[in-house]
């Protein structure tokens, strides 16, 4: 069974920055993503990373603002996020799954307890 635990997550003001982590007991060969929900709103997708390795993909919401990185040797990703906007205000998520496919849009078998994330003045 695969665990996730994010961090990182707080109150920020908008403009501002926060770096999320999720730790894991290793992801293998899956595919990993950042998910987030906002209260009242359908769970969406933010970043991914395919299992093979390939390019990460974003949002269109996030795009040039939210990074998303991965240290293999931690068994760690993390999600960069900067110019940080009230509409980002969310619970995040980390997911991992062994789907193959566009990884924002394939199904994810593992999720982390998630993380808040607040940008208000």
């Known amino acids: 069974q695969l665990r996730l635990v994010e961090s990182g997550g707080g109150l920020v003001q908008p403009g501002g920055s926060l770096r999320l982590s999720c730790a894991s007991s290793?992801?293998?060969?899956?595919?990993i993503g950042w998910f987030r929900q906002a209260p009242g709103k359908a769970r969406e997708g933010v970043s991914c990373v395919s299992s093979s390795g390939g390019t990460t993909n974003y949002a269109d919401s996030v795009k040039g603002r939210f990074t998303m990185t991965r240290d293999n040797a931690k068994n760690t990703v993390y999600l960069q996020m900067n110019s940080l906007k009230p509409e980002d205000t969310a619970v995040y998520y980390c997911a991992a799954t062994t789907s193959r496919g566009p990884c924002l849009r394939i199904p994810y078998d593992y999720w982390g307890q998630g993380t808040q994330v607040t940008v208000s003045s």
């Open positions: 290793g992801f293998g060969y899956r595919s």
